[in-house]
């Protein structure tokens, strides 16, 4: 399913980033860290009307030869980078969506955690075992 | 072969790699078919059907026609793709029966076991017919015939397994005709093989894939399979396709709309980039020597494989095709290409503010020019990209890149940026251990290599090799005596993988002399809590983007401002002290990480501590100091030398500082207890802050001594020396010599900045009139109804202050000391009667803490009256009086003639403390002198109340009558000798006012309550007086208060005129009220001139005086007295007005 699981603090340095073939953690670092130009460009596209509607979901970002790189954006400008396999065709618009959605909301658990720090790096047992199940999970 | 989906416009496709097709048969025949049939095969597309839900494509089919060789079929299990035959075409121009069945049938049977064998199903036999030919023939078949033997010899319900190609030469609708529907059926075949093939391939893919996780699984073989499509080719193609496509983009739009456009065009630029610098490292274009024969190969491949150019564009000066095969030409046309796509990609991405983007394609740049040898190129890429990642806090790429930057300022020989960067990376966690111990080692060989300028150092910051974590003063509060030790134990933490041998650590320390320096001191420590004088450095928070972390934190200081004249607050705010660090411009070079700003303060204090070896991890540093100079030392620097490389704390923070004072001599002298008590033997110790002086022996303490207060001195006294950490260093006999004047104390030896302690006994002698003030004025004791009110608010006792002057080895100047002693007791003394009986009451209160035996007490008339005596009723002889208790001791008055006006008295008893057995000195007797006036009884006043006549008791609500008669009991006396003594023929009256009240409300007196009666100043006069009271209540009823006072006219003159008696009738009511409301509160006296006062302003008339009798001078004698009230009988309620 996913390759890659990104959560990027609002001032652009990550809170949370894995990825599965940890040989290659480097290149996703690069990846995801690059999309965030992306993501700054549609969140300022974007503008009120978006922001009104509540819409979080980014889409796709860009694709690479191999990767495709979704974006999600909370409303306090926490983002969400999330990097699928291309070849993984059965990873839809909606599916993405709710990946989201539930990273979304293990995160929400994470900032409602009173030990926890925001802006601190995420460490939660729960979030990371939220993603793992997003990673391996093949559809 | 599945396309990336770019936006590509392209509908059709043409193929890069043309399937394999062998021909087997007639080969002359195929050699004549084959201008044309490689000709007309790619005319028409065709509508590929892709598997797994693919979009179907119009594609342009090709083939590569090969001769048929068994060694061409795929063996089982074979996975290559592209060198896979798709289609077996046998040829055959037979028309003939007897040639058919002698050798074509044979060669098709053959032919076909072989496809069997290796169960390749898409095979094709196409007959071409040829008029011709057939018209020479004479015993010829109907054309179907043989074309209907091979269906139904080999074409087992594949009928369309075998084609006819009619006069494939000549040029005719019939021929035409027959082409299409041949090449029609060849494209469907192709294609269906080619789809199946690939299906199978995919399907081979993906179970290879999936058997990842298997035991026996081969990345190699997996990759050989994925790969084989052969290198570079698809690069190639990526790489054409994108400048096609941005190329016809650039042809349809002006300059505007491409620049509007960037965000999508920018993805293909660098795609194209990205491909072209693949290809470059595949070429081996990308090295200093250029590229190998085996480099030179593959490109000739590739560039064979691209083809020749498209007829189209071939005729252009510039076309993708054109720049990639120019590119891939040479080094430097690779470099020229490659680094004008990187710098337009760049310079787009920088456009449309992709900064992240751009600086990634930056970094590829970087390792472009670093393979070409060129560091100084790369340097800004590399600086660019990590001060990118820095501010963004992106750990991994920081290490990376940095890395990168390592290397390349190991070769542009930038030492001290190179070993910055080595220490950063030998601290660095995302490393691995062996990583960081080479870079570790970089820096040491460095350190350990012979520089040829000796003063040549390279100061690089700290925090990477090493952070301070704690430092700890001893002694704790950081401040220090001059000339005493202070030790700063430091921890730093090793940043480093191996043990480092330091050779210096030292702390560059600011001075200053500042007024104040130890409060200060003192109130900083209180204020930041360091217990144990430990201060606490936060740890870096390396994580975090270093813009927030890099910048120093704010020292905030308070600030008071008060006003020079009356030290109020006139201003008070908060004070950054590092504003220029705060508020200086960002740096915008590259030099992120470059050692600026790193001055070395050169002080000349500071602590060094040699030869450490500094181990991974928390390491403890001490360092000692004597200091010196008296003034506040600020710890500004923290530097460790390694050689020539010197790792630099340029600030530490928190503000960390430590006192020296000099300190003068000093005496001081306080009690033990909490107070020092009168007449007891005393402790007071005596503290010699010995300061910047040494006492030498012979130094004596000389005190002058004071009359009142005694120095005791015993025997064996000892004074104790403690160091200025109050430890204890010896003790000494003290000597202590007292002659008329002055007590000399000889001090033992001590040296500078230590304290001696020691304790001497004091005395303090009553002084004789201890009480004088207690005896008011008029001898009259306060109330009865006072006296605890007294006791409870006197809880303060009488102080008396000695001053003794004391004169110090070490100084010119008298010290003068003021001790102050508490009396421990109060006294008090009260006149009692009886009739004309008089006794004296004294009142001894201890006031402190301690309790005290009280012996010998005495009470004597110091005036020594003949005829007076005082008889005691106490019959102890000793006392104890415990601690905040009284005693009373009660005489009791005896004369014979005439009583004098007042008696003047002397109370003493001897004391002493209750606990102590034996005291060295005698002491002295408490005293308390007093005096009594006016004692004699004069009046005596009676009052009785009577039943109404015929009842036996009284009754409430039942009107009694009240009989009040005042007597006087002597002839005139001296004490009568007042204004209110009126004289006519010898005879002498006095005015009294007499005032029935009762302020328990038991009676309610009905008519008039007071009135003023003229006494005749003759014994057993009496003045009888009848008045009807209303007991309100029943029981034992105490009878109202009869009070008397003395009737003073206002002035002598006028009192003949005045009518009193009557005014007061007139008035009655006011005047009542008036004394109801005041008599408890100050004396009758000032009573009746408030009244007077007041009265006077209605009236304007001058008002007589009241004078309450002095206590002593009339007796109640029916104090006490209570009368039986019985309830009334009546139910009915009663009405009482009380005026």
């Known amino acids: 399913m996913a390759v890659c699981v990104a959560v990027i603090a609002k001032e652009n340095y990550p809170l949370y980033i894995r990825s599965i073939p940890t040989e290659n953690e480097l290149k996703f670092h690069y990846m995801v860290h690059t999309s965030l130009d992306v993501v700054d460009e549609k969140?300022?596209?974007?503008?009120?009307?978006?922001?009104?509607?509540?819409?979080?979901?980014?889409?796709?970002?860009?694709?690479?030869?191999?990767?495709?790189?979704?974006g999600y954006v909370t409303n306090s400008k926490v983002k969400f980078v999330m990097v699928v396999d291309s070849s993984n065709t059965a990873l839809r618009d909606n599916e993405i969506r709710s990946m989201?959605?539930?990273?979304?909301?293990?995160?929400?658990?994470?900032?409602?955690?009173?030990?926890?720090?925001?802006?601190?790096?995420?460490?939660s047992r729960a979030f990371d075992g939220m993603v793992t199940s997003m990673m391996i999970q093949v559809c | 072969m599945d396309a990336p989906e770019e936006p590509l416009p392209p509908v059709i496709y043409t193929m890069e790699n043309k399937p394999i097709v062998t021909c087997a048969g007639d080969q002359n025949l195929f050699t004549s078919i084959y201008p044309t049939l490689s000709q007309q095969l790619p005319r028409e597309p065709m509508e590929w059907r892709r598997s797994y839900g693919r979009a179907p494509k119009m594609i342009h089919l090709e083939s590569n026609f090969v001769q048929f060789k068994e060694e061409l079929l795929p063996k089982e299990g074979n996975k290559a793709l592209l060198t896979f035959p798709f289609l077996h075409i046998y040829w055959t121009e037979?028309?003939?029966?007897?040639?058919?069945?002698?050798?074509?049938?044979?060669?098709?049977?053959?032919?076909?076991?072989?496809?069997?064998?290796?169960s390749s199903v898409d095979w094709l036999i196409v007959v071409v017919e040829n008029d011709a030919k057939k018209k020479n023939k004479t015993n010829?078949?109907?054309?179907?015939?043989?074309?209907?033997?091979?269906?139904?010899?080999?074409?087992?319900?594949?009928?369309?397994?075998?084609?006819?190609?009619?006069?494939?030469?000549?040029?005719?609708?019939?021929?035409?005709?027959?082409?299409?529907?041949?090449?029609?059926?060849?494209?469907?075949?192709?294609?269906?093989?080619f789809t199946k093939n690939l299906g199978k391939f995919e399907d081979d893919m993906r179970t290879l894939r999936e058997k990842r996780t298997e035991p026996g699984w081969s990345f190699c073989e997996y990759f050989m399979v994925q790969v084989s499509v052969p290198p570079g080719a698809l690069d190639c193609w990526v790489f054409l396709s994108c400048l096609e496509v941005l190329q016809r983009i650039e042809g349809c739009c002006d300059r505007a709309q491409i620049d509007s456009n960037i965000a999508h065009t920018v993805g293909l630029w660098s795609?194209?980039?990205?491909?072209?610098?693949?290809?470059?490292?595949?070429?081996?274009?990308?090295?200093?020597?250029?590229?190998?024969?085996?480099?030179?190969?593959?490109?000739?491949?590739?560039?064979?494989?691209?083809?020749?150019?498209?007829?189209?564009?071939?005729?252009?000066?510039?076309?993708?095709?054109?720049?990639?095969?120019?590119?891939?030409?040479?080094?430097?046309?690779?470099?020229?290409?490659?680094?004008?796509?990187?710098?337009?990609?760049?310079?787009?991405?920088?456009?449309?503010?992709?900064?992240?983007?751009?600086?990634?394609?930056?970094?590829?740049?970087?390792?472009?020019?670093?393979?070409?040898?060129?560091?100084?190129?790369?340097?800004?890429?590399?600086?660019?990209?990590?001060?990118?990642?820095?501010?963004?806090?992106?750990?991994?790429?920081?290490?990376?890149?940095?890395?990168?930057?390592?290397?390349?300022?190991?070769?542009?020989?930038?030492?001290?940026?190179?070993?910055?960067?080595?220490?950063?990376?030998?601290?660095?966690?995302?490393?691995?251990?062996?990583?960081r111990e080479y870079f570790c080692r970089e820096i040491l060989s460095f350190a350990s290599q012979q520089t040829d300028s000796p003063g040549h150092r390279v100061a690089l910051p700290m925090h990477s090799f090493a952070q301070l974590r704690d430092l700890r003063f001893t002694p704790a509060n950081a401040v220090v005596h001059v000339g005493g030790v202070l030790s700063v134990e430091i921890t730093v933490c090793s940043q480093m993988p191996v043990p480092i041998h330091v050779e210096q650590i030292a702390i560059h320390v600011h001075f200053s002399i500042e007024k104040n320096s130890y409060r200060k001191t003192a109130e900083w420590l209180t204020k930041h809590k360091t217990a144990n004088g430990v201060v606490n450095f936060p740890a870096e928070a390396s994580p975090f983007p270093t813009s927030q972390s890099s910048l120093p934190a704010l020292e905030l200081y308070e600030m008071f401002e008060r006003s020079p004249s009356d030290n109020s607050l006139n201003t008070t705010g908060i004070i950054c002290k590092n504003v220029h660090m705060l508020l200086r411009r960002q740096e915008s070079s590259t030099s992120l990480e470059a050692s600026s700003g790193l001055a070395l303060e050169d002080g000349a204090h500071v602590l060094r501590c040699a030869g450490v070896t500094l181990q991974p991890g928390p390491n403890t540093i001490v360092f000692r100091t004597q200091a010196r100079e008296p003034g506040t030392y600020t710890l500004r620097q923290l530097c460790a030398s390694l050689g020539p490389v010197w790792f630099v704390l340029p600030h530490i923070y928190p503000l960390v500082q430590y006192d020296v004072y000099s300190q003068e001599p000093q005496l001081l002298v306080e009690p033990l207890a909490d107070s020092l008590l009168a007449g007891i033997p005393q402790k007071v110790k005596f503290t010699v802050t010995t300061g910047h002086y040494t006492v030498k022996n012979g130094d004596s303490l000389q005190l002058s001594n004071v009359d009142a207060m005694l120095i005791l001195c015993p025997e064996e006294n000892r004074a104790v020396i403690y160091s200025n950490t109050r430890e204890k260093v010896s003790d000494a006999l003290l000597r202590v010599q007292s002659s008329d004047k002055v007590t000399s104390i000889s001090l033992p030896a001590a040296p500078t900045y230590h304290l001696i302690e020691f304790e001497l006994e004091v005395l303090s002698l009553p002084s004789a009139p201890a009480a004088g003030g207690e005896s008011t004025l008029l001898g009259v004791t306060e109330p009865h109804g006072k006296h605890k009110d007294t006791q409870k608010t006197g809880h303060c006792m009488a102080t008396t202050d000695h001053k003794v002057s004391i004169d110090c080895p070490w100084s010119i100047y008298s010290t003068v000391i003021a001790l102050t002693f508490s009396v421990p007791f109060r006294t008090t003394h009260s006149l009692l009667s009886s009739g004309t009986r008089k006794y004296v009451q004294v009142c001894v209160q201890n006031l402190s803490e301690l309790d005290f035996q009280l012996s010998d007490s005495r009470l004597v008339d110091t005036h020594d009256s003949t005829d007076l005596r005082l008889i005691p009723l106490n019959t102890e002889s000793e006392q104890c009086i415990h601690s905040r208790q009284a005693v009373f001791f009660v005489w009791e008055l005896k004369w014979t003639q005439e009583p004098p006006p007042s008696l003047h008295c002397r109370f003493s008893t001897g004391f002493s403390p209750a606990s102590e057995e034996q005291l060295s000195v005698s002491l002295k007797p408490y005293t308390y002198e007093f005096q009594v006036e006016n004692f004699f009884t004069l009046y005596n006043v009676r009052a009785e109340i009577s039943p109404p006549p015929g009842t036996e008791h009284c009754r409430t609500g039942s009107l009694c009558s009240l009989d009040v008669s005042i007597t006087r009991l002597s002839d005139l006396l001296e004490v009568d000798k007042d204004e209110a003594l009126m004289e006519s023929d010898e005879y002498f009256s006095t005015k009294?006012?007499?005032?029935?009240?009762?302020?328990?409300?038991?009676?309610?007196?009905?008519?008039?309550?007071?009135?003023?009666?003229?006494?005749?100043?003759?014994?057993?006069?009496?003045?009888?007086?009848?008045?009807?009271?209303?007991?309100?209540?029943?029981?034992?009823?105490?009878?109202?208060?009869?009070?008397?006072?003395?009737?003073?006219?206002?002035?002598?003159?006028?009192?003949?005129?005045?009518?009193?008696?009557?005014?007061?009738?007139?008035?009655?009511?006011?005047?009542?009220?008036h004394v109801d409301d005041q008599l408890d509160s100050g004396s009758v006296k000032s009573r009746g001139s408030v009244h007077s006062a007041a009265s006077s302003e209605h009236k304007g008339l001058p008002m007589p005086r009241l004078r309450a009798l002095p206590p002593g001078q009339a007796f109640n004698s029916s104090a006490g007295t209570q009368v039986l009230v019985i309830p009334s009988k009546d139910d009915h309620v009663l009405e009482v007005s009380v005026t």
């Open chain 1, 100 to 123: 989201f959605r539930k990273l979304h909301n293990s995160y929400t658990d994470v900032m409602c955690n009173p030990f926890y720090n925001p802006g601190d790096r995420i460490q």
């Open chain 2, 271 to 435: 795609y194209a980039t990205e491909k072209l610098k693949s290809l470059g490292y595949l070429c081996g274009l990308v090295s200093e020597k250029g590229p190998n024969s085996e480099d030179l190969n593959r490109t000739v491949d590739l560039l064979a494989g691209l083809g020749a150019e498209r007829p189209e564009t071939a005729n252009t000066a510039q076309s993708p095709y054109k720049k990639l095969k120019e590119a891939l030409s040479s080094v430097e046309a690779f470099e020229k290409h490659y680094l004008d796509l990187s710098h337009a990609t760049i310079e787009m991405f920088t456009s449309i503010g992709r900064i992240r983007s751009a600086k990634l394609v930056g970094k590829d740049l970087a390792e472009f020019y670093m393979r070409k040898k060129s560091p100084q190129k790369a340097e800004m890429y590399l600086q660019g990209a990590l001060k990118n990642y820095l501010a963004e806090g992106w750990a991994l790429p920081i290490t990376h890149t940095r890395k990168q930057l390592a290397e390349c300022q190991k070769r542009l020989g930038q030492i001290e940026n190179y070993l910055q960067t080595s220490s950063l990376l030998a601290s660095d966690q995302h490393l691995t251990t062996d990583e």
């Open chain 2, 140 to 193: 010829i078949l109907p054309r179907a015939s043989i074309v209907d033997k091979i269906r139904n010899d080999f074409c087992n319900k594949q009928s369309d397994r075998c084609v006819v190609l009619s006069d494939p030469l000549k040029d005719s609708s019939r021929t035409q005709e027959s082409w299409n529907a041949f090449l029609t059926k060849l494209r469907t075949l192709l294609l269906m093989s």
């Open chain 1, 43 to 70: 969140i300022s596209a974007m503008g009120k009307a978006l922001v009104d509607q509540r819409e979080l979901y980014l889409g796709l970002l860009y694709p690479t030869e191999d990767y495709k790189v979704y």
């Open chain 2, 94 to 118: 037979c028309c003939d029966t007897e040639v058919y069945k002698a050798t074509v049938k044979d060669d098709l049977t053959k032919w076909q076991n072989v496809l069997k064998a290796y």
């Open chain 2, 992 to 1073: 009294l006012m007499y005032e029935v009240v009762d302020n328990s409300s038991n009676w309610a007196v009905c008519g008039k309550s007071s009135g003023v009666i003229s006494m005749p100043v003759t014994a057993q006069a009496t003045h009888r007086v009848h008045m009807e009271v209303m007991p309100l209540f029943a029981g034992y009823l105490p009878l109202p208060d009869v009070r008397l006072f003395k009737y003073l006219p206002h002035h002598s003159a006028q009192s003949s005129q005045l009518d009193a008696d009557s005014w007061i009738e007139n008035d009655s009511l006011s005047v009542d009220k």
